[in-house]
């Protein structure tokens, strides 16, 4: 087997950094989001029915003013619109509740950061081939043959010598003349 590559790529710690970027990216976008959308829930006060009222309201005024309706129904129209803008945001509240957004998308970046962490710690589950060599040695009571492996999975025989060859490199399994051991 050969490697490839510089010394700095074959650092251990290079590989986590590399690693650590995605993770760092998920939980930033994740937590600023978060933040943004919980300033913006204080922003209206959380009246979702009032912004989408003024959304069609917006929608109602400019296809008013592309109508070609006179300048003083527009202006009335605008003034509306800008009543319930005032009456539905408040954004003296929301500058008091920053704390509470900023820390509640710090909650998201925390709670994102250890799930992203978590599935990255996980051991790896190996392989198809090798999961079914734990297979057949839990069936069998932690001891098998070659033979057993190829009657009982759909593995060759050179592909039942390859696993289990990498197996006992890996100190997963132990030889006993024929027989192989699981390895707890």
Same mark, same amino acid.
């Given at each position: 087997m050969t490697v490839t590559g510089s010394a700095d790529s074959l650092r251990p710690g290079r590989y986590h950094a590399r690693m650590n970027v995605p993770r760092v990216a998920?939980?930033?976008?994740? $937590?600023?989001?978060? $933040?943004?959308?919980?300033?913006?829930?204080?922003?209206?006060? /959380?009246?979702? $029915?009032?912004?989408? =009222?003024?959304?069609?309201?917006?929608?109602?005024?400019?296809?008013?003013?592309?109508?070609?309706? /006179?300048?003083? =129904?527009?202006?009335?129209?605008?003034?509306?619109?800008?009543?319930? $803008?005032? =009456?539905?945001?408040?954004?003296?509240?929301?500058?008091?509740?920053?704390?509470?957004?900023?820390?509640? /998308?710090?909650?998201?970046?925390?709670?994102?950061?250890?799930?992203?962490?978590?599935?990255? /710690?996980?051991a790896g589950r190996g392989d198809v081939q090798e999961r079914m060599v734990l297979r057949l040695a839990y069936r069998k009571g932690g001891r098998f043959t070659v033979e057993d492996l190829q009657t009982a999975s759909p593995l060759s025989e050179e592909q039942a010598r390859t696993v289990t060859r990498r197996m006992l490199e890996a100190g997963r399994l132990a030889r006993e003349g024929d027989t192989f051991r699981l390895v707890r």
């Open positions: 998920v939980t930033l976008i994740a $937590g600023l989001s978060a $933040g943004l959308i919980a300033y913006s829930a204080f922003y209206v006060r /959380g009246d979702t $029915g009032g912004v989408m =009222q003024y959304l069609r309201e917006r929608g109602d005024m400019r296809d008013l003013a592309a109508s070609g309706a /006179g300048a003083a =129904q527009v202006e009335a129209a605008r003034r509306n619109l800008a009543a319930l $803008g005032a =009456q539905i945001a408040d954004p003296d509240f929301a500058l008091r509740m920053l704390p509470a957004a900023l820390l509640v /998308g710090l909650l998201v970046a925390g709670l994102v950061w250890w799930a992203f962490g978590s599935r990255a /710690g996980r």
